[in-house]
């Protein structure tokens, strides 16, 4: 066989296995087997993602008062899924009374009341509350604040009684939305409400519409542990400061950043970010609505809130909203970092904003979890108290204590401890063995 068959020969199986090698690559489908992971993805909810008002001006919880049976939820779905089938009621009449006599819900032939309990945070604006309800009105709103509303279910109409704080003054709405309509969502949602308790702690609060309500016996709850990560602050400082070009001081992680029209704060170890508009007045405008409105549309479109957040407060006087962090509908508190964001509005802008920037990205599956007390012994304990005085508490609810891990680890991990938190003299306090912290 000469040398010019055997390279033919050759050639020809080269070809050959090139064809075939060919083919068992087109054709391969890889076998991939399921990989066991200790990290779930939560929800995302990123900054950007556009926020509905109506998401954030939400009560903490509802309570359904039918005479002696009490049922509560603090469920999303409930508390603001059933105002989405009432919009476009009309309200024929609103007044405000400097007196609690006027809080008189309907009676049936029997005697018994039945109302719905909408429980707020902190006092917020009565205009406020019928805007995001959508319902309409041809007059006036009034200048009133309101921390919770008693919607009367008996009459054949439903009134609302908006109450303030203070426990001293009372707004009457008429509408004309019918009474056995809600009713009828309430049962629709029923599956999600648990039973409630009243509690007394003064004299103000001795009533079954005046008295702090709570979940009877949470029981035990799970501990959540979430990964995290901190937001970059030049990212922050390029969409505050714009095109001002600004010069960076820092020192014992206090981070200093200056402009010609802006200032900016660091701290790097609890992880709040602070920033002022050096060409606005602190003074605002005296709409309480508007104001919190323009801070909404603010923080929306600077990377600020999602939807876990709530307005948890207003201070009319500072024209100052302030968002709370939320897990699975319960307030999010922290003894480590800010859990709130903080926006006051000048004449023009907004003249102050304070945040933190760590945010919660990842959950990490845990079995750990923590009893919680009945709600009357978390009121007896304090009553025992001797550094306490139960008439200065004016709410109850249960919340997560977030707090960062402390294993010994490579990532970034936040604990979500379920926890009482007693409002006492104006301020939230964790329950603890029996005091308040």
């Given at each position: 066989m000469n040398k010019e068959t055997i390279k033919s020969i050759a050639l020809f199986l080269l070809v050959i296995s090139s064809l075939v090698l060919t083919l068992m690559v087109w054709s391969y489908e890889p076998e991939f087997s399921e990989v066991e992971t200790d990290v779930e993805r939560t929800a995302n909810i990123g900054p950007g993602e556009p926020v509905p008002f109506t998401?954030?001006?939400?009560?903490?919880?509802?309570?359904?008062?039918?005479?002696?049976?009490?049922?509560g939820t603090i469920e999303e779905e409930a508390v603001v899924g059933i105002r989405e089938y009432i919009d476009g009621t009309e309200i024929t009449d609103i007044n405000v009374y400097n007196s609690l006599s006027r809080l008189s819900p309907g009676t049936d032939e029997d005697g018994d009341e039945e109302f719905l309990i909408v429980d707020y945070a902190s006092d917020m604006p009565t205009k406020s509350l019928f805007k995001?309800?959508?319902?309409?009105?041809?007059?006036?709103?009034?200048?009133?604040?309101?921390?919770?509303?008693?919607?009367?279910?008996?009459?054949?109409?439903?009134?609302?009684?908006?109450?303030?704080?203070?426990?001293?003054?009372?707004?009457?709405?008429?509408?004309?939305?019918?009474?056995?309509?809600?009713k009828s969502l309430l049962e629709d949602h029923?599956?999600?409400?648990?039973?409630?308790?009243?509690?007394?702690?003064?004299?103000?609060?001795?009533?079954?519409?005046?008295?702090?309500?709570?979940?009877?016996?949470?029981?035990?709850?799970?501990?959540?542990?979430?990964?995290?990560?901190?937001?970059?602050?030049?990212?922050?400082?390029?969409?505050?400061?714009?095109?001002?070009?600004?010069?960076?001081?820092?020192?014992?992680?206090?981070?200093?950043?200056?402009?010609?029209?802006?200032?900016?704060?660091?701290?790097s170890e609890t992880y709040t970010y602070s920033y002022n508009n050096l060409d606005e007045s602190p003074t605002g405008g005296s709409n309480p609505?508007?104001?919190?409105?323009?801070?909404?549309?603010?923080?929306?479109?600077?990377?600020?809130?999602?939807?876990?957040?709530?307005?948890?407060?207003?201070?009319?006087?500072?024209?100052?909203?302030?968002y709370?962090?939320?897990?699975?509908?319960?307030?999010?508190?922290?003894?480590?970092?800010?859990?709130?964001?903080?926006?006051?509005?000048?004449?023009?802008?907004?003249?102050?904003?304070?945040?933190?920037?760590?945010?919660v990205n990842a959950q990490v599956p845990?079995?750990?979890?923590?009893?919680?007390?009945?709600?009357?012994?978390?009121?007896?304990?304090?009553?025992?108290?001797?550094?306490?005085?139960?008439?200065n508490v004016t709410k109850i609810t249960v919340g997560y204590n977030m707090t960062f891990s402390t294993e010994e680890s490579e990532i970034n991990v936040v604990r979500y401890t379920p926890s009482w938190y007693v409002k006492y003299d104006g301020e939230w306090m964790r329950f603890d063995e029996g005091s308040l912290s």
């Amino acid at each position: 066989m000469n040398k010019e068959t055997i390279k033919s020969i050759a050639l020809f199986l080269l070809v050959i296995s090139s064809l075939v090698l060919t083919l068992m690559v087109w054709s391969y489908e890889p076998e991939f087997s399921e990989v066991e992971t200790d990290v779930e993805r939560t929800a995302n909810i990123g900054p950007g993602e556009p926020v509905p008002f109506t998401s954030v001006m939400r009560a903490y919880q509802l309570v359904w008062v039918n005479d002696m049976d009490v049922q509560g939820t603090i469920e999303e779905e409930a508390v603001v899924g059933i105002r989405e089938y009432i919009d476009g009621t009309e309200i024929t009449d609103i007044n405000v009374y400097n007196s609690l006599s006027r809080l008189s819900p309907g009676t049936d032939e029997d005697g018994d009341e039945e109302f719905l309990i909408v429980d707020y945070a902190s006092d917020m604006p009565t205009k406020s509350l019928f805007k995001v309800l959508d319902f309409e009105y041809e007059g006036d709103y009034p200048d009133y604040s309101y921390n919770r509303i008693i919607v009367d279910l008996v009459d054949e109409h439903v009134t609302f009684f908006l109450i303030n704080e203070d426990l001293d003054r009372v707004a009457v709405a008429a509408t004309d939305l019918e009474s056995d309509y809600l009713k009828s969502l309430l049962e629709d949602h029923s599956d999600l409400f648990e039973e409630y308790s009243a509690v007394i702690t003064n004299q103000q609060t001795s009533n079954n519409k005046t008295a702090i309500y709570g979940p009877t016996s949470p029981g035990e709850m799970p501990v959540e542990t979430f990964l995290y990560n901190v937001v970059s602050v030049e990212a922050i400082n390029n969409v505050l400061f714009m095109d001002d070009d600004y010069t960076m001081e820092g020192e014992e992680g206090i981070h200093v950043y200056e402009g010609e029209d802006n200032i900016a704060t660091y701290n790097s170890e609890t992880y709040t970010y602070s920033y002022n508009n050096l060409d606005e007045s602190p003074t605002g405008g005296s709409n309480p609505h508007q104001t919190i409105q323009r801070g909404f549309y603010f923080l929306t479109s600077h990377i600020g809130i999602d939807q876990r957040h709530i307005l948890f407060d207003y201070i009319t006087d500072e024209n100052q909203s302030i968002y709370r962090s939320s897990m699975n509908g319960h307030f999010v508190f922290s003894d480590e970092v800010t859990t709130t964001i903080s926006v006051k509005h000048g004449e023009h802008a907004v003249y102050e904003y304070t945040r933190p920037l760590i945010r919660v990205n990842a959950q990490v599956p845990g079995e750990e979890s923590r009893e919680l007390p009945p709600i009357e012994n978390v009121r007896y304990e304090i009553a025992l108290n001797d550094n306490h005085d139960l008439q200065n508490v004016t709410k109850i609810t249960v919340g997560y204590n977030m707090t960062f891990s402390t294993e010994e680890s490579e990532i970034n991990v936040v604990r979500y401890t379920p926890s009482w938190y007693v409002k006492y003299d104006g301020e939230w306090m964790r329950f603890d063995e029996g005091s308040l912290s």
